[in-house]
């Protein structure tokens, strides 16, 4: 005995504008190595016991008026050596943000209250 199944299409749906701005398929992901391209260098170093790196709001200012970039490993580990374990998982959430937005979450906030807010708002 045969048992024949049909498969229908699922019909298209009306998306939200929030969807349809939403990417079908996975995210691009960039290896970007955990201490910046090359690995650990003196600059990753350098990032990792600077304060104008780690510190919250300083941070911010510092790679807004330089134009600076950490990289993760760096983010991290001066996370975890200027604040302890909450530090730490302050540095992760900082850098989920950073993942999911393009921009940590002092950017986002400084995004927010300036007019550079659109600009954010497209990434999303």
């Known amino acids: 005995m045969t048992t024949q199944i049909t498969?229908?299409?699922e019909p298209e749906r009306n998306l939200s504008p929030y969807q349809q701005k939403q990417g079908t398929g996975a995210p691009d992901t960039v290896n970007n190595d955990f201490f910046g391209e090359g690995g650990i260098s003196f600059k990753s170093l350098v990032d990792l016991i600077n304060p104008l790196q780690q510190l919250p709001i300083i941070s911010t200012a510092?790679?807004?008026?330089?134009?600076?970039?950490?990289?993760?490993?760096?983010r991290l580990l001066g996370g975890a050596l200027f604040g302890g374990g909450i530090g730490l998982l302050a540095a992760i959430a900082n850098e989920i943000s950073s993942e999911t937005t393009g921009?940590?979450?002092?950017?986002n906030l400084y995004a927010a209250v300036t007019s550079q807010y659109s600009a954010i708002e497209k990434l999303v």
Request: charge should be neutral; charged fraction near 20%.
């Open 7 to 9: 498969i229908y299409p």
């Open 62 to 74: 510092y790679r807004e008026l330089t134009g600076s970039t950490i990289s993760s490993g760096s």
């Open 103 to 107: 921009k940590d979450i002092g950017s």
